[in-house]
């Protein structure tokens, strides 16, 4: 009998231009919580879809409870027990709770028909045994982000999965939802679930790990006790080499007031919002989920409505009522939902990287192909895109890569005023250290450049002043020599408190 309940050996998986797996082997014990990290491109995402029968290995064995299987396809593999909570969620936000967990495996009656007082019953039965005392037949799309995971989660528990691997399960949720996860990860593994967890935030890997598996360019780098790991040694073993500075903070020379907004409001988000940001500095700006963060920025690009209040760039009052006007006005905003909002996922690389400023790759009534191609390989050197080329779908590419494209793109502007909205989201600690690199470059081009981030180490790592938001309104202007500086006032002035 195998000590382990899936088991990958060997594995090799190849795509046109790119070995995604190279000799890969992981094996994962009934009842414990296994880590697995590495960088963006490193081929989680390949791994996961070998093990859920989304792809099959070119060469290599999967095992379950010791037995080898060959998986044709995903329902192959949930019939075996392996089940995966993807960080895009497959739940479908019209129907109720209990058809999302029962989709394809309704229950019928004798009649033919539908068992839904049966089916209703189990929904509202395993979404309570997860902590979750909610009406089944309500719609997903009336709960929010925690609530649909734990449908997701439901699905897998219901129908016996004998290992559920969750794939950057955090990084859409707040922060009391991030420990009613963790909960729920742990009851989990007491029932003897097998869970194969998959962060790029090392405190949730060993908050929660037994084991953990680091991966590097396709390959198995090590497994270790994460009782045996600390930062150090899983940076290291990620990145190949050691990162002595997460925050590669470079001191910028203040300059000119680039953006100021005075007093803006808008009906139940923003109270009446006003500061300034200079040239030469990055301004973090913090706060609780709902403090109005994004919302501001979305208003202030132009893609929400301001019921009231000014905005000025290089002290002269703009008119910004949609975002082409922003862009015309040089401020480029990099939105938190990339796929959503930041990149045409169907479209290869190459447009997407020049898609903000086509009039400036223009030669004629033509695009220029020499200039594109220079400034694409530029792009993918300076901020180390993993991808077979330039002319690769976008969709293609890892979530990291896919980010790094994204500020590739507004990086292609002539902007001189960089909005990041948590820039570093589901990226590894390696990619995070290439984007603060990229706003340091900025900041020493005397651009301006402020971001929105729910790290409050990255806040304080790379910001120059930090202002923290409220239900709204701004609480604190923090500057980076002041005592206020630090982790404990900033949370203060996020509750409320005052300084």
Known sequence: MSEYIVELRDTTKRFPGVVALRGMHIGIRPGEIHGLIGENGAGKSTLIKVLTGVHRPDEGHILVNGQEVHFRNPNEAKDAGIACVYQELNIVKLLSITDNIFIGRTIEKKSRLLDYKKMHQMAHDVMLSLGQDVDPQKPCGNFGMGVQQMVEIAKAVLFDAKLII????????????????????????????AILFVSHK????????????????????????????????????????SLSNLFPKVQGQRGAEALRVEHLKSAGVLRDISFAAYRGEILGFSGLVGAGRTETFRAIFGADPLDSGKIYLDGKEARIRAPLDAVRQKVAFLTEDRKGQGLVMSQPVKTNLILANMRGFRKGPWLDERQIREAVAGNIKSLSIKTPSADETVSKLSGGNQQKVVIGKWVNTDAEVFIFDEPTRGIDVGAKIEVYNVMNRLVKEGKCVIMISSELPEILGMSDRVIVMREGRVMADIGRDSVHFNAEDIMKAAWGGAL
Do not use: H, Y
């Open 166 to 193: 969750m794939d950057e399960p955090t990084s859409s949720l707040g922060e009391n939802e991030v420990g009613q996860l963790m909960d729920t990860v742990r009851e989990l593994k007491a029932r003897g679930i």
């Open 202 to 241: 090392l405190e949730e890997l060993f908050e929660l790990c037994d084991r953990v598996t680091v991966m590097r360019d396709g390959e198995w780098i090590c497994t270790e006790d994460i009782a045996d790991m600390d930062n150090d040694k899983l940076i290291q073993a990620m990145v190949g080499r």
